[in-house]
C-alpha cells in the first residue's frame, strides 16, 4: 500500500524525442506527487510537482500527466536533450505528512 | 545559498565496525532527513528531525544507528556495528519547515557512500 511502482528501469532515447516515465501507487491517501532528477554524485532535486486535483502540470520541457481514477502518474520530457541524462524517481507523499514514498528509479541516456 | 552539506563523502568500513557520518543543513531549515539509497533504490527515509526533535524514526534500525541533531542544526548519523547490507548512499536532506505534505521542497545534498567489507 506504500509502495510507489516506477517504470522503465531504464530508457534510452535519441536527442530530440520524448521520454516517458510512469508510476504508479495504490494508497489513495498519497496526495503530493513530486518527481525528482539525480545526476551522478548528487543528490536528487525536485524537478515538477502535481497534487491529485489537477491532471497535468507543465514546466518548460517537463510535464506531469496525472490520472486520478487509474492511481497513475508519469514524467514526460519533451525535445529530450543529452543533459537530461540522469536517474529519474517518483514519489509520493500523503497530506499533512513529510515522509516522501520513492519509487526505484529510471536511469534515462539520452544519446545525440 | 549554500546547499546541504555532508562528510565525509566516501567511506569504507569492515563489518562490525562503526562509522558515523554528518550533515549541515541549510541555514535557517528547521526540518532534517536522513535518508538511506540503495544502489538501484530510491530513497528511504530513516528518521525525520524538527528542530532537534524526533518526528518520524519508524523505518531506522534502532538496534545499530542512531541519529541526533543537537542544538537544532547539524546532525550526525551512527552505524554500530555495521553489516554488510548497510553499504548505501546515506542522504541528508533538509526543509525550511515540515514539509507538510509538499509544501515545502527539500533540499537535498550530495550523499555519503559507504561500503561496508
Known amino acids: 500500500q506504500q509502495q510507489v511502482k516506477q517504470s522503465p528501469q531504464s530508457l534510452i532515447v535519441q536527442k530530440g524525442g520524448i521520454s516517458i516515465i510512469n508510476c504508479a501507487y495504490e494508497n489513495t491517501a498519497f496526495d503530493y506527487f513530486p518527481w525528482y532528477q539525480q545526476f551522478p554524485g548528487k543528490g536528487p532535486a525536485l524537478l515538477i510537482a502535481?497534487?491529485?486535483?489537477?491532471s497535468e502540470k507543465k514546466e518548460g520541457r517537463f510535464t506531469i500527466s496525472f490520472n486520478k481514477s487509474a492511481k497513475q502518474f508519469s514524467l514526460h520530457i519533451m525535445d529530450s536533450q543529452p543533459g537530461d541524462s540522469a536517474t529519474y524517481f517518483c514519489?509520493?507523499?500523503?497530506?499533512?505528512?513529510?515522509?516522501?514514498?520513492f519509487g526505484t528509479g529510471t536511469r534515462l541516456q539520452v544519446f545525440p | 545559498e549554500a546547499g546541504v552539506a555532508q562528510s565525509p563523502r566516501y567511506k569504507i568500513i569492515e563489518k562490525r565496525q562503526s562509522v558515523a557520518f554528518w550533515c549541515n543543513p541549510i541555514?535557517?531549515?528547521?526540518?532534517l532527513y536522513w535518508y538511506q539509497q540503495i544502489l538501484g533504490q530510491g530513497p528511504k527515509l530513516l528518521i525525520q528531525?524538527?528542530?532537534?526533535?524526533?518526528?518520524?524514526d519508524s523505518q531506522l534500525p534502532k538496534d545499530r544507528f542512531s541519529a541526533e541533531r543537537l542544538k537544532g542544526v547539524d546532525s550526525t548519523l551512527k552505524i554500530q556495528p555495521a553489516k554488510l547490507e548497510d553499504s548505501a548512499v546515506y542522504l541528508c536532506?533538509?526543509?525550511?519547515?515540515?514539509?507538510?505534505?509538499?509544501?515545502?521542497?527539500?533540499?537535498f545534498g550530495p550523499g555519503t557512500r559507504l561500503t561496508v567489507t
Open positions: 502535481i497534487r491529485p486535483d489537477v
Open positions: 536532506a533538509s526543509s525550511p519547515l515540515g514539509a507538510a505534505g509538499g509544501l515545502y521542497e527539500q533540499y
Open positions: 514519489a509520493a507523499s500523503m497530506k499533512n505528512t513529510d515522509k516522501l514514498i
Open positions: 541555514s535557517g531549515h528547521a526540518t
Open positions: 528531525f524538527q528542530n532537534n526533535g524526533v518526528v518520524d
